[in-house]
């Protein structure tokens, strides 16, 4: 069973996924002194039964980000929200799937994120930072969002044409 690494593009930024080492004194020690990936992430898709209305799904996930950061920056002046996050993986050709290559698992914005002060073993020793924790709701969270009285319209496209797009979209997961 293969067990792809994510990649993370938060803000257009791509997050380093590389776990912590643990040193000979047992300690977890960040490899990179950029942000990071802390723990797993973790993904809810939008329902548990066939009976309920589907919510936006939503992943979440821990970063630690070196002081001075960009995270709390953007909390302060109010920008944190509707930031874009795109998760995916590559699958290797080795691996025998039919479409090898890249992978889209989420892709979404951001619609909450708290920071807190956080000092932690770095490469290059005890690093101050922040503890980002993110979570973000997929597209289709921003239809509720949008004002149809200010003129807000869908695309004008034929119900062929849709649907044929939507086809072509969906290909590669072998549906």
Request: glycine letters at 10%.
């Amino acid at each position: 069973m293969p067990n792809p690494q994510p990649r993370i593009i938060l803000d257009g930024a791509f997050l380093s996924c590389a776990p912590a080492v643990v040193n000979a004194t047992g300690e977890k020690v960040f490899a990179l002194d950029r942000p990071t990936l802390v723990d797993d992430l973790a993904i809810v898709w939008g329902r548990e039964d066939q009976w309920t209305q589907p919510d936006p799904a939503v992943v979440t996930f821990k970063l630690w980000e070196p002081y001075p950061g960009t995270w709390l920056t953007k909390i302060v002046n109010d920008t944190a929200m509707r930031r874009g996050v795109n998760i995916v993986y590559t699958e290797p050709a080795s691996a025998g799937g039919q479409y090898p290559g890249d992978k889209s698992i989420f892709q979404g914005f951001t619609t909450n994120v708290d920071v807190v002060w956080s000092v932690q073993r770095t490469g290059a020793g005890q690093t101050a930072g922040w503890m980002v924790t993110i979570q973000a709701a997929d597209r289709s969270a921003t239809l509720g969002q949008l004002n149809w009285a200010a003129g807000n319209v869908l695309p004008a496209e034929t119900m062929q044409n849709r649907a044929v797009k939507l086809r072509n979209q969906g290909a590669p997961a072998g549906i």
